[in-house]
């Protein structure tokens, strides 16, 4: 790492452009060049910031614009104009859309990492790193003959040995209180999915729970309608799970759950599930389980559960919802602003390495062998599902406040995802406020900006596949509207991907729990199931090991981050916009501390919206 200096003691007229090339007739092989600025004092006195943050290559030309951002109505020097057109043209031949899935957002047409411009990839640490983690994984593995092995589990305690080293406090937790009712119902609100459960204040008319099966339940003297009324029962409904493609395994497609599950916030506050019943349409091969049944009914109910609401998180809310979707955004950013752009500016940062994991992603997780290809669904069910969820998604369940509400989870107390959510939402709706206001003061520049217009019809396009049900705008028309929108990207990419992702091995890694591989079918009977069926309906030896070592590699804390509210980078040139971003630090700061507080009271602590937990972008 250097800085250089140049002096001149001539006058450099306005200053419009700056011009870095790597000299294409130096001999000696070929050494990339990294350039992250450079900083131009006048002899006047003025102080011209040029961002450049990329690697140059051998007889490579960059043409760099610097000092304020500027809108495309603002530009009127024909240089500048010119520069702008030409550098978008550029984008545009090297950001390209493609389209494998009518259904299914686009992607970048990249087909290997190695074709990224280089400041999109890895770091060659997070490369290194990532590597050496599932080295290690796979190392242990074999050496312990885990890996690869096809015979079943004979008990829950063999399993508790996968790993020498690779524990947590909550997987331990969860080692321990996985039959736990409360703890199963806590998971639903503070774990790996809380985007499913809502209020229920009518039973949906296939589901045939009776005010008698679930009466021992609640408290002494209330009823099921009671407590409805009272908004203390709640449901998760499977639906999206009905009739979806499986795998074929031996011969035999496996099965998978389109559950209802019925919850009871209790007077101690704990969540309770109080009925299941494992399929959508009822029948007397169908029964609703019950807390009262046997142990072994009891957890197979709620493993079924559990697995279908795994494979939702994982295609639907996961990969989906945060990947693919901020693919979209990164790849609209690229191809619709220049570098100039202040909305560039301000969201470039929240695009790093997201088209570098992805790539990885559908050749590894969706690869032959990858963790969601072997799951019950396979590879076409885990399509047809991430193509259900995406017909589904709307606008509004992509904005917390909105999402919170429509589901009635308002006061449901122990929400610690709804509350530390809310607040960050919050801070990162005042933080885009305040910058889109500074360059945006008035609705007439948002309609004049053709930029943003072209920016937010290509994510409606691309993303969402033009659906106007979605309620995803496909043009701008006032301020307000740019606000929320960059507000949800911002926080969709940072903090919803944090709550989806860094809990995995925390709570996905026990499979007595839940796994997104089950090889016996949902009981249809009651009493013809012990511990050895569940056992049999878990995944064997290999595959255990082999969606335990993913979840570890996914939810590691590498080295190389950059969390939410830090801009390495330096892009703006105007003291206004740096110093929204120091109050916007000091607010994700205030928070982190009020986070930890809290949770030093709890005994299973939320930690995984904590500032410092949470990574600007999607980068693993």
Same mark, same amino acid.
């Given at each position: 790492t250097g800085a250089y200096t140049i002096k001149t003691?001539?006058?450099?007229?306005?200053?419009?452009?700056?011009?870095?090339?790597?000299?294409?007739?130096?001999?000696?092989?070929?050494?990339?060049?990294?350039?992250?600025?450079?900083?131009?004092?006048?002899?006047?006195g003025d102080v011209v910031l040029f961002p450049c943050y990329r690697w140059i290559s051998r007889g490579e030309l960059v043409e760099l614009r610097g000092g304020r951002a500027m809108k495309v109505f603002e530009d009127d020097h024909p240089?500048?104009?010119?520069?702008?057109?030409?550098?978008?043209?550029?984008?545009?031949?090297?950001?390209?859309?493609?389209?494998?899935?009518?259904?299914?957002?686009?992607?970048?047409h990249f087909k290997n990492v190695s074709e990224f411009p280089a400041e999109l990839r890895f770091s060659a640490a997070k490369s290194d790193e990532m590597f050496h983690t599932k080295r290690m994984t796979g190392a242990e593995l074999m050496f312990k003959g885990l890996a690869g092995s096809t015979e079943q589990w004979k008990n829950t305690d063999d399993m508790k040995k996968i790993f020498w080293f690779?524990?947590?406090?909550?997987?331990?937790?969860?080692?321990?209180?996985?039959?736990?009712?409360?703890?199963?119902?806590?998971?639903?609100?503070?774990?790996?999915?809380?985007?499913?459960?809502?209020?229920?204040?009518?039973?949906?008319p296939?589901?045939?729970?009776?005010?008698?099966?679930?009466?021992?339940f609640l408290r002494d003297g209330t009823s099921l309608k009671q407590e409805m009324g009272k908004g203390n029962i709640f449901i998760c409904d499977q639906k999206i799970m009905d009739g979806i493609p499986t795998r074929m395994y031996d011969g035999h497609p496996l099965q998978v759950a389109a559950g209802l599950c019925l919850f009871y916030m209790n007077p101690e506050n704990k969540l309770m599930p109080i009925a299941i019943q494992l399929h959508q349409q009822p029948s007397e091969q169908n029964p609703i389980f019950l807390p009262s049944d046997s142990e072994a009914d009891w957890l197979l109910a709620k493993l079924f559960i559990r697995s279908s609401d795994l494979l939702e998180h994982q295609a639907v809310y996961h990969l989906m919802s945060t990947h693919f979707l901020a693919e979209v955004f990164a790849i609209a950013t690229f191809r619709c602003f220049p570098e100039i752009h202040p909305l560039y500016k301000l969201l470039i940062p929240h695009f790093r390495y997201t088209l570098n994991v992805n790539s990885g992603a559908r050749n590894s997780l969706l690869g032959p062998d990858g963790p969601l290809t072997i799951s019950s669904l396979g590879y076409e069910g885990i399509k047809e599902l991430m193509r259900r969820g995406l017909s589904r998604m709307t606008y509004s369940s992509l904005c917390l406040p909105e999402n919170i509400?429509?589901?009635?989870?308002?006061?449901?107390?122990?929400?610690?995802?709804?509350?530390?959510?809310?607040?960050?939402w919050n801070i990162i709706n005042s933080f885009v406020k305040y910058i889109v206001e500074h360059y945006y003061p008035s609705d007439s520049d948002v309609c004049k900006d053709t930029e943003l217009q072209e920016w937010i019809n290509e994510i409606f396009t691309h993303g969402v596949l033009g659906n106007k049900l979605s309620g995803f705008p496909a043009s701008f028309n006032t301020v307000e509207e740019v606000i929320k929108f960059i507000t949800m990207v911002i926080f969709t990419v940072s903090v919803q991907h944090a709550a989806l992702n860094n809990e995995q091995f925390d709570y996905s890694s026990w499979m007595p729990y839940g796994s997104g591989l089950l090889h016996k079918p949902a009981p249809t009977t009651k009493g013809q199931s012990s511990m050895t069926t569940l056992l049999e309906t878990l995944p064997n030896i290999g595959e255990t090991v082999k969606f335990a070592g993913m979840?570890?590699?996914?939810?590691?804390?590498?080295?190389? $981050?950059?969390?939410?509210?830090?801009? #390495?980078? %330096?892009?703006?040139?105007?003291? &206004?916009?740096?110093?929204?971003?120091?109050?916007?630090?000091?607010?994700?700061?205030?928070?982190?501390?009020?986070?930890?507080?809290?949770?030093?009271?709890?005994? $299973?602590?939320?930690?995984?919206?904590? #500032?410092? %937990?949470?990574?600007?972008?999607? &980068?693993?």
């Open positions: 003691s001539m006058s450099l007229g306005k200053l419009l452009l700056v011009k870095a090339e790597k000299d294409p007739f130096f001999l000696i092989s070929e050494d990339e060049w990294y350039c992250s600025r450079i900083v131009v004092t006048t002899p006047e240089l500048l104009i010119d520069h702008r057109r030409n550098e978008l043209l550029d984008k545009k031949k090297l950001y390209q859309w493609e389209i494998t899935d009518e259904k299914l957002p686009h992607h970048s690779k524990k947590t406090t909550i997987s331990e937790y969860v080692m321990q209180h996985w039959k736990d009712d409360d703890f199963f119902g806590f998971q639903f609100l503070n774990a790996i999915n809380p985007n499913v459960i809502k209020r229920c204040s009518e039973l949906p296939n589901f045939s729970v009776t005010e008698e099966m679930v009466k021992p509400a429509a589901r009635g989870l308002q006061s449901i107390p122990n929400f610690y995802y709804r509350d530390d959510g809310l607040k960050l979840l570890w590699v996914l939810s590691h804390k590498y080295t190389d $981050v950059v969390l939410l509210g830090q801009y #390495p980078e %330096e892009r703006f040139d105007e003291p &206004t916009p740096k110093q929204m971003i120091k109050e916007f630090q000091a607010e994700l700061s205030y928070l982190s501390e009020e986070i930890t507080a809290r949770n030093s009271r709890l005994e $299973v602590p939320y930690t995984y919206l904590n #500032p410092t %937990e949470i990574e600007n972008s999607v &980068t693993i």
